[in-house]
């Protein structure tokens, strides 16, 4: 199973996402547990929580930390 993690402070733009990963996985027959996040800390906190993500889709443009923050750190974690 691929676990994609999903990070946007808008949650309309998580939602969009979710349907497109979700009809994509579908479409080539991959089973994928998708967590979605609404901040940096919220997806570091799920990485810890739950262990590392195959893929994340992360927003540069995050409040708090930005996406650039949350990816550097998720780098020096894993």
């Known amino acids: ?3 994609i993690g999903i990070c946007d402070d808008i949650r ?3 939602e969009k996402q979710e349907k497109q990963v979700r009809q994509i996985t579908y479409q080539i027959g991959i089973r994928a547990d998708i967590r979605k996040c609404y901040s940096g800390m919220d997806l570091l906190m799920e990485i810890e929580l739950s ?3 195959d893929i994340i889709l992360l927003d540069i443009e995050l409040g708090g930390m930005n996406g650039i923050e949350t990816a ?7």
């Open 51 to 53: 262990g590392q993500f």
């Open 12 to 14: 309309e733009e998580v």
């Open 72 to 78: 550097r750190q998720i780098r020096e974690s894993g």
């Open 1 to 3: 199973m691929l676990r």
